[in-house]
């Protein structure tokens, strides 16, 4: 819901000079609630500002404990608001996600759509669970790969070269793909 480990890549990469972008994929933002089967949800225009506010107005205590208030603080000094990919018109080199549904849903977009620039992009999943120790975690992975991408003679021909170094050293695997514009 381009919240956590999407918007800890966002900064680490915008931090070291990225042009950066996060979305995400599903069809509202949900945040953990007071309990497990009751999250809160909130549409994709809601500035963070206001979902923070919302927030402390429910259990302030709680929200700063488990973290989400310190989360959306960040967010907000990011961005505005969250933002869903499906909604967004721009074009990228390279799309990276955090979670194999995620991963699937940008294929299954970017593939359902018209393919009008037939410009390439190179979509990449790295697997990060979803709290904020290996959100940290997962953004230097992020950041890794798009380092060595960036020091490329020629990203596109060197992805899965790159890519295979960072699986071994890393030890972990990842997903990539192909899709159109």
């Known amino acids: 819901s381009n919240q956590n480990r999407s918007m800890e890549a966002h900064h680490l990469l915008s931090k070291k000079g990225f042009r950066t972008k996060s979305y995400g994929t599903g069809s509202c933002v949900k945040l953990p609630g007071v309990t497990v089967d009751k999250p809160n949800v909130y549409d994709f225009d809601t500035p963070y500002e206001k979902i923070a506010e919302d927030l402390r107005n429910k259990d302030m ?35 990276v996600t955090c979670q194999e549904r995620v991963f699937d849903q ?41 380092e060595k991408l960036s020091n490329t003679e020629d990203p596109a021909s060197d992805i899965e070269t790159v890519i295979e170094f960072l699986e071994k050293k890393r030890n972990k695997r990842f997903l990539h793909s192909l899709a159109f514009y």
């Not at 018209?114 to 959100?135: C, G, P, R, T, Y």
Request: glycine share 4%.
């Open 61 to 95: 205590s709680f929200y700063t404990q488990n973290g989400l208030l310190n989360m959306l603080d960040r967010n907000k000094r990011i961005k505005g608001k969250p933002e869903k990919f499906q909604k967004c018109n721009e074009e990228f080199d390279l799309i």
């Open 106 to 146: 940008v294929l299954e977009y970017l593939n359902e759509r018209e393919q009008v620039s037939m410009n390439l992009v190179h979509v990449v999943n790295v697997e990060i669970k979803d709290n904020h120790e290996e959100a940290t975690l997962g953004s230097f992975i992020i950041y890794d790969l798009v």
